[in-house]
């Protein structure tokens, strides 16, 4: 029997659209993370995948593990979302079946072409895992306590906490990142919707990076990031003054981790420390305004520019003190191959004793207490976190810049992974940054951390005492009679690898 003209058309279409490939969901034109020039690049997706399998780098798997561990600062917009487990075996079922296919691997933040519309991480604190029947023995004290047993340590004065994070009311935290804010409210309702009353909320705190030219930069003005350390099996291209460490100390189970008991299956895992850090801007920036040097050649403006600069150890452009000890160097701070290229010692100044000099950068200096460098005779590796914080809060408004006094809440949400958080973060608050004696055997005590430090037991108005910032006398003591950060709590977790979700937390 013929065809007629039109079945014959009819066909034709038919065919044409059974060819038409499915529908795929939009790949993403823009990155959810920033990349300011003077912080350290990511690798690319093709040389971090292609590591080389060695005693040094243990075969990093980079889709197992969470992908905010390795990519650190990085982030436009960022989302804490603190809950409390209320029916353990659904939420347990809804982790394997529908919240592990969501969770963003290192490998898939790497390219924006894999990038998700928002990236997810899920990390448990202690009280988390016991909710989930998880008793396994992590190696790591701190972490079966929780942060507010280790306050009093840390300096904090738990007065000053906000209340959910009293106690040990929080089982979890899910991490949200995208480049709206849009994005990341969408993806928190579809987690709510899938977990239903599973959970509860217990706190949320959202994070940006700062808008224009201050992308890159904390509250306070200065650019953050630029000492990430460089990773054994994940970093490619290690810049100069760029400490490279073993994956060992950031990850649970790979080469270099000092804790050998650790359960097979918390291999690639990192412990997260969080805190929420509320920075007094205007406060900070009227004593900075208040203090400013007298160096002759310098004028008033730089003279107060250069006491803030010797306060944190880089000028707000992000270039370091250590090479630039008078004036700003926006060229030297967008250069990542030199802006942390120093040590804080000068061999080739004569007559300079790198004991006793602080003529570029003081002790006491915020990043030199937080990242010794030389001071210890040689770069410690010990005691390295990665830092995958965020800026929250809106900008000083014209009122606060006037009256020189916070009426808004905004500060960093701080993220510190480590596979130890007794020999990471606790340990450089304490022995470190709340030490007045440190860097140790110095004629004059350096004081504590300026901006982060703390005198443990001591009321919010105690002076905190610092010497050095001033280059032409550095016996001179500063005393700081307001505290710069205030600490409002937070808490230790585990950030598992993803095998685990439908694995051992599951079962």
């Known amino acids: 029997m013929k065809l007629s003209y039109f079945s014959i058309i009819i066909g034709l279409v038919v065919q044409s659209a059974l060819a038409v490939p499915k ?6 034109t823009s990155s959810i993370l920033i990349n300011p020039d003077a912080q350290p690049d990511l690798p690319s997706p093709q040389t971090a995948r292609l590591s ?14 969470q992908g905010d561990i390795l990519i650190g600062m990085k982030k436009k917009k960022e989302l804490f979302f603190f809950f409390g487990i209320k029916d353990a075996a659904t939420f347990k079922s809804k982790l394997a079946s529908d919240i592990k296919p969501l969770v963003t691997n290192t490998n898939q933040l790497l390219s924006i072409s894999t990038q998700p519309i928002t990236a997810l991480n899920i990390a448990f604190s202690h009280a988390g895992l016991t909710a989930l029947g998880v008793t396994d023995d992590l190696g790591e004290s701190l972490f079966e306590h929780g942060q507010f047993a280790d306050a009093e340590a840390l300096g904090d004065l738990t007065s000053n906490w906000d209340p959910e994070f009293a106690g040990t009311n929080v089982d979890g935290v899910f991490l949200l990142a995208s480049d709206t804010e849009q994005n990341v409210e969408d993806e928190l309702a579809n987690i709510q919707s899938i977990l239903g009353d599973s959970i509860i909320e217990i706190k949320r705190i959202s994070g940006a990076a700062r808008p224009g030219d201050q992308e890159g930069h904390e509250h306070f003005g200065y650019m953050d990031g630029i000492s990430q350390p460089a990773i054994q099996g994940f970093t490619q291209n290690v810049l100069p003054g760029q400490a490279l460490i073993a994956p060992g100390e950031f990850l649970l189970g790979a080469a270099g981790d000092a804790t050998t008991t650790r359960p097979s299956w918390a291999a690639g895992g990192s412990f997260l420390a969080f ?9 900070f920036n009227k004593y900075v305004v208040d ?18 600069a010797r306060l944190i150890g880089r000028w707000k452009s992000g270039a370091p003190i250590d090479l630039s000890p008078l004036r700003d160097d926006p060229v030297l701070a967008d250069d990542n191959t030199r802006n942390n290229d120093f040590t804080f010692d000068h061999p080739d100044v004569p007559g300079f004793d790198f004991a006793t000099n602080q003529t570029n950068c003081p002790f006491s200096a915020h990043i030199r207490k937080t990242r010794p460098r030389v001071d210890l005779g040689s770069e410690n590796t010990g005691h390295h976190i990665i830092r995958a914080g965020i800026p929250y809060g809106p900008e000083v408004t014209d009122a606060e810049h006037a009256s020189n006094t916070s009426n808004i809440d905004r500060g960093l949400a701080f993220v510190a992974y480590q596979s130890s958080i007794t020999n990471g973060f606790h340990f450089m608050q304490i022995r470190w940054v709340n030490s007045a004696n440190f860097i140790f055997g ?53 950030s598992p690898p993803i095998s685990a979700l439908d694995g051992r937390l599951a079962a």
Do not use: C, W
């Open 52 to 65: 080389p399998v060695s005693p040094a780098n243990a075969g990093l798997n980079l889709d197992d593990i």
């Open 442 to 494: 110095k004629p004059t005590l350096p004081g504590v951390d300026p901006i982060i430090g703390r005198v443990e037991g001591t009321a919010m108005d105690t002076p905190r005492d610092i010497s050095g910032t001033n280059p032409l006398d550095p016996t001179q003591i500063f005393s700081l009679d307001i505290e710069f950060v205030i600490n409002r709590g937070g808490e230790y977790f585990f």
């Open 275 to 283: 805190r929420k850090m509320q920075q007094k801007v205007p406060e």
């Open 291 to 308: 203090h400013a040097l007298a160096v002759p050649e310098l004028n008033q403006q730089e003279n107060t520019d250069l006491f803030g």
């Open 23 to 28: 529908q795929v969901k939009p790949r993403r």
